[in-house]
Each structure stands twice: as C-alpha cells, then as structure tokens.
C-alpha cells in the first residue's frame, strides 16, 4: 500500500517555471521491492520525485495534471466506501 506525502511543487523563474512531481514509477519500483519482506517498515516516497520544467502556465498546468492523474488512488477512502456500503445494506 502506498502512502506518503505526494507534494507537487512550482518554482517560478526569471524565464519560465521548474515543476517537481512525484515520480510514480521510482514509488512503483520501491513498493514491489519491499513487498514480500516480513517485518520491513514502509518505504519513505519523500525522496521520489521528478523535476521538469516549463516555460509558460499552460505547460505548467498540463505537467500538474498528468501528475495527478498518475497518483495512486486513495485506499482508504476506496476502504470506507464499501464499509460504508457493507453497513447501509
């Protein structure tokens, strides 16, 4: 299960912008590692981001965007929706 603090971060420049996202596929690659591995603690995804840059809003918006749309979805609002569901019943 991923969980971590997955911060999108805008810097605006003299020229343009630097756009840091969270990199899903370096979080993908430490989660399957660590899967399997009694007794590990959870993976830190703090460290696993991706900067890019960009030159106007529009470029920025698009890269936030498709970061977003990469994240996980939220397991444990996934979890209450069917506990939720599973007690209306």
């Known amino acids: 299960m991923m969980n971590g603090d997955f911060t999108i971060h805008i810097q605006m420049l003299e020229n343009g912008y630097t756009v840091e996202v969270p990199d899903v596929d370096k979080i ?19 460290g696993c981001t991706e900067k890019m840059v960009a030159k106007t809003p529009e ?11 990469n994240l996980p979805d939220l397991e444990y609002e996934n979890a209450f929706n069917e506990a939720a569901k599973k007690e209306t019943e």
């Not at 470029?59 to 749309?69: G, N, P, R, T, Y």
């Open 28 to 46: 993908n690659e430490m989660e399957k590692k660590a899967k399997g591995k009694a007794n590990e603690p959870t993976p830190y995804y703090g």
């Open 59 to 69: 470029e920025v918006l698009a890269l936030v965007k498709d970061a977003l749309a």
